[in-house]
């Protein structure tokens, strides 16, 4: 299976960056596509951005031109870069891997795999 792992939240100033990382055993092998969700207290999880394997990328109107998502295929690792953060972009920010290949170990191909979470804090 493709289980992500977040690392990389922490407390900033607004203005600030900081870059989350979610490694996916597996990530290339399943043909994996990988997403950045976020949640703040009292709201719904929302989209923020993904990567599809052939590199192409998505982006919520809120974060685009502040926030990048890349990927280390040697690595299994998809990045959050996230410049000039604000005070609305405080949530858990959770990765989310879609496998699509249909190979041994990767699972279903379309079912959803959730990291546990990693806090982003931005102060004003």
């Known amino acids: 299976q493709v289980q992500p792992v977040e690392s990389g939240g922490g407390s900033v100033q607004a203005g600030g960056s900081l870059r989350l990382s979610c490694a996916a055993f597996?990530?290339?092998?399943?043909?994996?596509?990988m997403n950045w969700y976020r949640q703040a207290p009292g709201k719904e999880r929302e989209f923020v951005t993904g990567?599809?394997?052939?590199?192409?990328?998505t982006y919520a109107d809120s974060v685009k031109g502040r926030f990048t998502i890349s990927q280390d295929n040697a690595k299994n690792t998809v990045y959050l870069q996230m410049n000039s953060l604000k005070p609305e972009d405080t949530a858990m920010y959770y990765c989310?891997?879609?496998?699509?290949?249909?190979?041994?170990?990767?699972?279903?191909?379309?079912?959803?795999?959730w990291g546990q979470g990693t806090q982003v804090t931005v102060s004003s």
């Open positions: 597996r990530y290339t092998y399943c043909n994996t596509d």
């Open positions: 989310n891997a879609i496998p699509r290949a249909s190979k041994l170990f990767c699972g279903p191909p379309g079912r959803d795999y």
């Open positions: 990567i599809i394997r052939d590199g192409s990328t």
